[in-house]
């Protein structure tokens, strides 16, 4: 069955960097599209970026120039490169991801952005 777990939150102070890993399973990771989306307290979940199988990779225009997403099919992994973060980056971030017409979630992990 399909299984994404999340690793690599924490606290961070603000300018601070930290990386995001989803370590996935249970279908062809390498064709699949990847996407990154974070829920803060009393907020809708937002989207925070997607990733193809072959790399492209798109933002919203809140985390543009701030955050990167990459994958390693090799090693079934995708990941989130978080830089200049602010307090308002803080949330759970779940990875997610489509197969055959269901959506699957991670079971998140915290970024917190604090001094």
């Known amino acids: 069955q399909v299984q994404l777990v999340e690793s690599g939150g924490g606290l961070v102070q603000p300018g601070g960097s930290l990386r995001l890993s989803c370590a996935a399973s249970g279908f062809i990771f390498s064709i699949n599209n990847m996407a990154w989306y974070r829920q803060a307290p009393g907020k809708e979940r937002e989207w925070v970026g997607t990733i193809s199988g072959a790399g492209s990779t798109s933002y919203p225009d809140s985390v543009t120039g701030r955050f990167t997403l990459s994958r390693d099919n090799a090693k079934n992994t995708m990941y989130l490169q978080m830089t200049s973060l602010k307090p308002e980056d803080t949330a759970v971030y779940y990875c997610?991801?489509?197969?055959?017409?269901?959506?699957?979630w991670g079971q998140g992990t915290q970024v917190t952005v604090s001094s």
């Open positions: 997610n991801t489509y197969y055959y017409k269901r959506s699957y």
